[in-house]
């Protein structure tokens, strides 16, 4: 017995040079404010959003043709999917991590794994809550203008 093959195709950008009299513009350099990289979590959590639309769609079967096709375990693909378990709010808030500037990343897919077992979303807020305010603590609080300067007596 023969298993069918599946091809997937997809288009990517050219990385060949024009040659000619008008080469492209050169492209803008980042802003600060972008520079880094996306978390990984946040590239894990999209992940996941996207197979669970091709598993829905019937594009792909199921989780082990998941895993022959991204040439990882079936384990690892179904932690990637838990990721779908978590509460909407914190599946967005995973999405829009601000970008890890140096080193490793601070949420990590062994960190979150706990909060997805859990059924009660009240108990994955707050868990997340906890866990957001760990590694993304919030700005001082802003006194106003003035208050920076010392006064003399």
Not at 16 to 29: F, I
Not at 39 to 59: N, V
Not at 71 to 76: C, D, G, P
Request: charged letters at 20%; hydrophobic letters at 35%.
């Amino acid at each position: 017995m023969t298993t069918p093959t599946r091809t997937i195709t997809c288009l990517l950008p050219s990385r060949r040079q024009r040659k000619g009299p008008n080469p492209s513009p050169p492209r803008p350099s980042t802003p600060p404010s972008l520079a880094g990289r996306i978390p990984r979590i946040s590239r894990w959590m999209a992940l996941a959003l996207r197979l669970e639309q091709h598993l829905r769609q019937g594009t792909i079967g199921d989780y082990a043709s998941l895993a022959q096709l991204g040439h990882v375990s079936r384990a690892r693909i179904t932690q990637i999917m838990n990721l779908l378990l978590l509460a909407p709010d914190i599946q967005e808030a995973l999405l829009f991590l601000p970008p890890t500037r140096r080193d490793r990343d601070p949420i990590v897919l062994r960190q979150l794994q706990p909060l997805a077992a859990l059924l009660d979303w009240r108990e994955q807020r707050y868990l997340w809550q906890a866990l957001q305010q760990r590694f993304y603590p919030p700005p001082p609080p802003d006194h106003g203008a003035g208050a920076n300067h010392a006064h003399a007596p």
